[in-house]
Nanobody
Framework: QVQFVESGGGLVQPGGSLRLSCAAS????????MAWYRQAPGKQRELVVT???????NYADSVKGRFTISRDNAKKTVYLQMNSLKPEDTAVYYC????????WGQGTQVTVSS
């Protein structure tokens, strides 16, 4: 079963930037559709952005124009560049397969606060 390890989170001021990384195990990574999800305190986990095996992407309206997803199949890694961060972006960010997630990793905490 493929596993994911997220990293790159932290505390950032509004308007700042972070780059998240997600390293995957297993040999089938290149054929997976992948996504970043997030879960804010007291809320359900939500889909943020998807990158398909053909590298096409689909963004939630709330992050469109601010976040950019990319993937490096040779490194089995998915990235999320987050710019112009807002306090409402505060959440634990997870990566996983799409549309049917596998096992969830521990995620990486992103806190946007002054």
């Amino acid at each position: 079963q493929v596993q994911f390890v997220e990293s790159g989170g932290g505390l950032v001021q509004p308007g700042g930037s972070l780059r998240l990384s997600c390293a995957a195990s297993g040999s089938m990574f290149s054929i997976y559709h992948m996504a970043w999800y997030r879960q804010a305190p007291g809320k359900q986990r939500e889909l943020v952005v998807t990158i398909f095996s053909d590298r096409s992407t689909n963004y939630a309206d709330s992050v469109k124009g601010r976040f950019t997803i990319s993937r490096d199949n040779a490194k089995k890694t998915v990235y999320l560049q987050m710019n112009s961060l807002k306090p409402e972006d505060t959440a634990v960010y997870y990566c996983n397969k799409y549309p049917v997630p596998g096992y969830w990793g521990q995620g990486t905490q992103v806190t946007v606060s002054s």
